[in-house]
């Protein structure tokens, strides 16, 4: 049973395009994180939110946490070529806060 | 600050043969993971470190065992590498890991013939 389902699993768009990632569960988590990752590299951490609710923003792309800490979405504005890799959330559970990763949306910006 | 440094970054090895991997980190982090990243399957969780001197089974552990013997390193060990063990490993570590997330090697891609 997969916790975290990401939606959706492959996305390409064109340069200048609006998009948006989902990342559902069932569970409720401490935290929800995200993560980009490139070819050939490891995923790197954009954001962590924290409160149902919240919204965070970084650059042209949105967070925003559901308000029961169960679902998350990434909303990119004006999508770039710079933009294209696999895009990861990833929920905190327990005392220790292993992190419980979704497999990911592969998102292709084409110029 | 070299960050999370994993070695060696390829490897091919035969059926049956045994293999270390490295993690090092230089940010004095109590936390350490090991992943594996498979097609279709996301990121799965091998083992982990809270510490120096500790370890506990993630996901999938069989077939893996690691060790924690100095807090920058953490290790994993195939001891009889099967065909199944073919992926993308990576290394994570982390100081506070629900809110500052974890820092990931650039990982090992093993390929078992």
């Known amino acids: 049973t997969q916790l975290l389902e990401q939606s959706p699993q492959f996305l390409s768009i064109q340069e200048g395009e609006n998009l948006t990632v989902y990342c559902n569960s069932s569970s409720v988590f401490s935290s929800l994180q995200w993560y980009r990752q490139e070819p050939g590299e490891g995923p790197v951490l954009l954001v962590t939110?924290?409160?149902?609710?919240e919204v965070k923003k970084l650059k042209r792309l949105t967070f925003q946490f559901g308000d029961a800490r169960k679902d998350s979405s990434l909303h990119i504005t004006a999508a770039q070529p710079g933009d294209t890799g696999l895009y990861l959330c990833a929920g905190v559970r327990g005392s220790q806060g292993n992190l419980i990763f979704g497999k990911g949306t592969k998102l292709s910006v084409k110029p | 600050n070299a960050g999370v440094t994993q070695t060696p970054k390829f490897r091919v090895l035969k059926t049956g043969q045994s293999m270390t991997l490295l993690c090092a980190q230089d940010m004095n982090h109590e936390y350490m993971y090991w992943y594996r990243q498979d097609p279709g399957m996301g990121l799965r969780l091998i083992h982990y470190?809270?510490?120096?001197?500790?370890?506990a089974k993630g996901e999938v552990p069989d077939g893996y065992n690691v060790s924690r013997l100095k807090k920058q390193n953490f290790l994993l060990g195939l001891e009889s590498a099967a065909p199944s063990q073919t992926s993308v490993y990576f290394c994570?570590?982390?100081?506070?890991?629900?809110?500052?997330?974890?820092?990931f090697g650039s990982g090992t891609r093993l390929t078992v013939v």
């Open positions: 994570a570590s982390s100081y506070f890991p629900a809110r500052n997330g974890y820092t």
């Open positions: 939110v924290v409160t149902g609710g």
């Open positions: 470190s809270v510490g120096e001197g500790t370890t």
